[in-house]
C-alpha cells in the first residue's frame, strides 16, 4: 500500500489528504478528442481551502498512477483505497501514519536493495514525508530543462500531462504551486548569470548589456561584498522576463523578439517559434552546449541515410549550420 501512495502522491501533484481520499473506481481512462492519446484520469476531492466535505476534483495523470491504482483495488476490499486492516478489524485512513510508513518503506528498500539506498544526510537517514511528495515534483516541472523526474522518459510523460491538464482543477492548487516554483528557477537561472558576469565570465551581449546598468545600482564592485540574499531581492523584478530553455535562454522584450508577431502585448515569448541565431533576446551560455552538440551529431547522423529527398537534405544543413552558429560564441569554453 505504501508503495502505491507513493506512486500516486510523487506522479500526481495531489496532496495527501486528496491521495487518502480516493475511493474505489476514481480511475477512468479516456481517448482525446482526436482519438489518438489515451488518457488517465482521477476523480477525488479537494479539501484544502473548501467547506467541511471538500470539493470535487479531476487529475490527469500517468499510467504508473494508474497501475497503483489498480493495484490499490486488488488489495483493499473497502470502497476507501488507503484503509488497513489489523486484527480483521477495518482502521481508518492511514493519515496521521503515512509518514511513519514512508520511512518504514525507506528502511525496507535500504534492507532488500543495500546497494541502492538512500544516501544519508548529515549523518542520518533521510525522513520522508508525504508533503515532500507534491513539492519535489513541482519544483522539477517548473525547473526544466534542466531537472529530472522519475528518468527522462517517465518524466517526459508526466510534462506532457502537466500541459493537457494535470493535477486537473484549478481547485487543487498544483499549478500556482509549479508558476511560483517556476518564478524561483527563473530568479535562481538570472542570479547565476549575474554572478559569472561579476566573476568575469564570458555572458551573452543582451545580459552583459542588463548587468551593466543594475551593477551600479547593487554596489558590486571589486573590494566590496554585497550579500547574495539582497543581490536576489534587487533581481528578483528583472528575473520575470528571464526564461531558461534547452538550447539558449530567453532575456524577453517583446519589442525585439522574433517569435512574436508586430506589435504583440505578450509577456513571454513563443519558444516554437524561437530564433535563437538571430533574435536579440537569445542567451546561450556553456550549460547549453551538450544539448546544442546532441542535436548537432543527430543530425549529422541523419545526413548519412542515402534515400532522404533534397529537402530533408536541406533542412538538416540548415539545423546544423544553426546550432553551429550558436555554439561560436562559446567555444572553447563550454564543456564537451
Known sequence: MTACYIVIA?????????????RRGCHHRGLSDDGIVVRHTLRGTVHKGHPDGGTDATWIVIEPVADAICVLEQLVPDDM???????????DLIAHDINLFLNQFRDHLALIRPHDRFPDIDGRPWRFTS??????VAWHIARQPFGVVAGKIQYKHVRVAIFEGYAGTSASGFRSEVEDERAFAQLDSFLDQ??????????PPRLAEQFGQIRPELGDFPGRVVDRARVRAMLANTARTYFPGVFNDCYFDPAAALCLPRPSAATEPVTNHCRPELCRNSCVTTAHAP???????????????????????????KGISTMTSLLAPIDGESPA
Open 194 to 203: 549575474y554572478e559569472d558576469f561579476i566573476a568575469g565570465v564570458r555572458t
Open 10 to 22: 510523487f506522479l500526481s501533484g495531489a496532496r495527501d489528504s486528496e491521495v487518502q481520499s480516493l
Open 291 to 317: 544539448a546544442i552538440r546532441t542535436v548537432i551529431a543527430d543530425a549529422t547522423e541523419l545526413m548519412a541515410v542515402q534515400r532522404l529527398s533534397a529537402p530533408q537534405r536541406d533542412a538538416l544543413k
Open 131 to 136: 508533503r515532500q511528495f507534491r513539492r519535489t
Open 81 to 91: 483505497l488507503f484503509t488497513r486492516v489489523a486484527n480483521r478489524r477495518r482502521q
